[in-house]
């Protein structure tokens, strides 16, 4: 099984900076995917960013050139850097990971982001 641990959300101001974090463990052999989903309000889960095992990321326009998502294999961990944060970023964030061993998708609990004045 695998669980997943994230960090790194709260409140914080328009055009502000917050940094996710999201670490993986338990009985796999090696990670494949890793990614950021999000839920606004009123809204159905949407993707955010997504990372490779090769490094090949993907983005939601509406984030492009504010977020960036990378990984640490070393300790089994993504990461998403939030720049230039809007009200609409607002929602609980929830960290994906797919392993290799079987494919199986595995979600975070969520990490609430709130963006206001």
């Known amino acids: 099984q695998v669980q997943l641990v994230e960090s790194g959300g709260g409140l914080v101001q328009p055009g502000g900076s917050l940094r996710l974090s999201c670490a993986a463990s338990g009985t796999f052999f090696s990670i494949d995917t890793m990614g950021w989903y999000r839920r606004a309000p009123g809204k159905q889960r949407e993707l955010v960013a997504v990372?490779?095992?090769?490094?090949?990321?993907n983005y939601r326009d509406s984030v492009k050139g504010r977020f960036t998502i990378n990984r640490d294999n070393a300790k089994n961990t993504v990461l998403l850097q939030m720049n230039s944060l809007k009200p609409e970023d607002t929602a609980v964030y929830y960290c994906n990971v797919v392993v290799r061993d079987n494919n199986m998708n595995y979600w975070g609990k969520g990490t609430l982001v709130t963006v206001s004045s």
């Open positions: 990372i490779t095992s090769a490094g090949i990321t």
